[in-house]
């Protein structure tokens, strides 16, 4: 199963999108004699890509939209108005900074485009245009004959049709995003990953024409669709958990047929841990919370409520069945330890133990549960899990209870029930 998950990440979309290129060639859907104009094709897209992500702030993908546009307007309009050994060089410039700067844009964070820091990337690359431009003077001849230089035997990058240097940037860039990609998927790093792939095709078919407009066409398509999914993504998944978010919680209890439950969990004295070891402490002790309950059994699914607090979703299951895999989860979170950085080092708890200058620690949560029946809408069944959470924390907290409704549908008449207590 983890096989399967690690690659559909790694295929999915980027291995359909190369596909389909590959396809619309092999099959002669896309041919020089039927389109004069085929160039237009990734222009056009890359200008959508360029657009969108502007538009819902993705900075690097506006980047990367923005440095595929130019690399592929420079081969297609101004190498054939170059000399041929300046479009040589020209070829080499671009083949070696384009992956190396997808690989940077994968590592760097969203900051605006529009701000200091955008200001600085966008300064970046125009302080590469200048440099690519400088190459095509004589006296840089010596800076351009490095990017054509060989330091291995030429059979090993004779297929590949681009010089070696820019070849060993393919490579090193395609290893780094696919370890980061395979480790933690985020639809910007595969897109960026994937758009590396596409252009080392689309220039290993020259940089021009109908191959290489239909290889950079697909990377401007994926782009496109990375725009999409993220932002779809800071919709529905909470960012620092990467849990489902309350919206997709809402969204899920709407399909939800007459037998399911329904758990709220809260992380224990959470304000007093924050103040103990500091925000990003606390950031960390959520995250590990989800971390366990993204992989709750049973068949529940783990959603980020807002705060400190977590809902689960069984459906179809009753309130017996889902309180043993939550209590089971409520075990494991409590045993779980973590090292922080704390805050406040002379205010340690009872169950943590300094080592070196950093802090093991845990967190324990509170659970409460509540089951559909008796015909109880769904808002309901949310508030008498709500009960049952804040009976759990009057018994102590660090447990699980079980709220079960009444015969009554008024939800005042809502009974908690205690299943079990530690």
């Known amino acids: 199963m983890k096989i399967a998950k690690l690659l559909y990440r790694l295929i999915v979309p980027g ?204 990377a401007g398509l994926l782009l496109t669709i990375a725009v999409l999914e993220a932002t779809y993504s800071m919709a529905y998944q909470d960012e620092l958990t990467r849990l489902p978010s309350r919206r997709a919680l809402n969204e899920a209890l709407h399909k939800l047929n007459d037998s399911y439950t329904i758990a709220m969990l809260d992380v224990d004295h959470f304000k007093k841990f924050n103040d103990t070891y500091g925000h990003e402490a606390g950031d960390h002790a959520l995250r590990m919370v989800a971390s366990k309950l993204a992989h709750v059994t049973g068949g529940g699914k783990a959603y980020r409520y807002g705060g400190e607090e977590f809902a689960v979703l069984f459906p179809g299951r009753s309130i017996d069945e889902a ?46 549960i509540a089951s559909s029946g008796n015909e109880v809408s769904v808002d309901q069944v949310l508030r008498a899990a709500d009960q049952a959470l804040y009976r759990a924390k009057a018994k102590g907290r660090n447990c699980t209870v079980a709220a079960k409704s009444s015969s009554s549908k008024k939800p005042e008449d809502l009974q908690v029930r205690v299943l079990q207590l530690e």
Request: charged fraction near 15%; include cysteine.
């Open 15 to 218: 291995g359909i999108i190369l596909l389909l290129a590959f396809l619309l060639v092999r099959l002669g859907i896309i041919t020089s004699t039927e389109n004069r104009h085929v160039h237009l094709f990734p222009a056009i897209i890359l200008a959508i890509s360029v657009i969108l992500s502007a538009a819902f702030h993705r900075s690097r993908l506006f980047l990367a939209a923005l440095v595929l546009a130019l690399s592929h307007a420079a081969l297609v309009w101004v190498s054939p108005r170059v000399s041929p050994g300046a479009q040589q060089i020209l070829f080499n410039a671009i083949a070696f900074l384009l992956p190396l700067n997808l690989l940077v844009f994968s590592f760097l964070h969203d900051r605006g485009i529009i701000s200091p820091a955008g200001e600085r990337r966008l300064a970046f690359i125009c302080i590469q245009g200048l440099f690519v431009g400088s190459l095509l003077l004589p006296r840089f001849g010596h800076l351009a004959a490095l990017l054509n230089r060989q330091f291995a035997a030429p059979f090993l990058s004779h297929w590949s049709r681009i010089a070696q240097p820019a070849l060993a940037a393919f490579v090193f860039a395609v290893l780094v995003m696919t370890f980061s990609v395979a480790r933690r998927y985020r639809a910007v790093e595969s897109s960026l990953l994937w758009s590396v792939i596409l252009v080392f095709v689309a220039l290993r078919a020259g940089g021009a024409g109908y191959l290489a407009a239909t290889y950079f066409g697909g």
């Open 323 to 368: 309180f043993t895999y939550l209590d089971r989860m409520r075990h494991l979170i409590e045993q779980s330890k973590f090292v922080v950085r704390g805050a406040d080092r002379r205010r340690m708890r009872r169950n943590s133990k300094s080592r070196k200058g950093k802090t093991e620690t845990s967190v324990t949560v509170s659970v409460g």
